[in-house]
């Protein structure tokens, strides 16, 4: 106990450089398994069952919207579920399996987030990220993703569009990290992915300003009149 108060609050880096060339391997490890889980891209390889690159159809990303836009709303929400597991899941086996390597389920959960949006296999074009971030935040702190899960839902209600509830998600996240754990390398690592996961949605952001951004009431009644 009197060890844990003593490293808490010190930055990851300090600590890792006392513990020796295994305890950083034990974090190369887990980042690069955290990788290697997020890449796994499930909407890529059903569409590919079904004929088809996924990320050269609907909105042209490797994501779970795009799924439902392509392959129908049971696809997208059996890709989103799938999406936030294997990012909350390396969060937590990190953690888990790790116990005494601090901020380890943190890093290896961003480095999932990053797998998805950036897969070696696909030219590092895989989807957006958000579904995965989701899962991260379910990793580190599940009242706080129940939280966002009804402030997303209510500003979708309000605004009409998916992707102000996204940024506003990945906004709070780092600011929340930052403020819970008083640690800069916490919420740096959170908000490093926040930051790739804005420049990703950049150019909904600029079909919103320019009135071209299609809303959810208009999306579906598009569906309901097929």
Known sequence: EKEDRRTRGVPLCRRAAGMGGFAMMTYLWAVLAGYLAGSCNLAYFVARTKGFDIRSCGVNNAGASNAAITMGRRFGVLVAVHDIGKAFLAAFLAAYLCPDAPLIGLAAGAAAVLGHIFPFYLQFRGGKGFAS?????????????????????????????????????????????????????????????SAVIWVKHAVNVRRICSGQEVGVRETMLRRGKR
């Open 133 to 193: 971030f989701l899962g991260l935040i379910l990793a580190v702190d599940w009242r706080f993703f129940l939280t966002m899960v009804v402030v997303i839902l209510l500003i979708v209600i309000v605004t009409d569009y998916i992707v102000v509830g996204t940024l506003t998600a990945v906004t709070a996240f780092p600011l929340y990290v930052g403020w819970q754990t008083r640690s800069l390398l916490m919420a740096s690592i959170v908000g490093g992915v």
